[in-house]
Nanobody, 122 residues
Framework: EVQVVESGGGSVQAGGSLRLSCAASGFSFDGFAIGWFRQAPGKEREFVTAIAWDGGRTYTSDSVKGRFTISRDNSKNTIDLHMSDLKPEDTAVYYC???????????????WGQGTQVTVSS
């Protein structure tokens, strides 16, 4: 059974930091790129960042570049998303997803988690 589980969400004040984690099982984790997406209230889900299967390449949206860092540990089947200098506009449900290619295209992702809420207050 495929499982993708996010954790680490919560509430933080603007300027603060959070680390989200994603644990995956039921598929060949080290053969998949992993991406993070987010969906704010009343908005469509958007791409945040992604990392290739070997961690050798990352892709990051301009809105979080320089503030968010993605990393992976294939020995543990886990992905971390370090978020710093958080802003109220970062408030959203954050989703972890797996794809056979590292891409910003949501449609390319095969497996999705249920999401974790991040709330940033001003």
């Amino acid at each position: 059974e495929v499982q993708v589980v996010e954790s680490g969400g919560g509430s933080v004040q603007a300027g603060g930091s959070l680390r989200l984690s994603c644990a995956a099982s039921g598929f060949s984790f080290d053969g998949f790129a992993i991406g993070w997406f987010r969906q704010a209230p009343g908005k469509e889900r958007e791409f945040v960042t992604a990392i290739a299967w070997d961690g050798g390449r990352t892709y990051t949206s301009d809105s979080v570049k320089g503030r968010f860092t993605i990393s992976r540990d294939n020995s543990k089947n886990t992905i971390d998303l370090h978020m710093s200098d958080l802003k109220p506009e970062d408030t959203a449900v954050y989703y972890c997803a797996a794809s056979t290619v590292a891409t910003m295209r949501e449609s390319e992702y095969n497996y999705w988690g249920q999401g974790t809420q991040v709330t940033v207050s001003s």
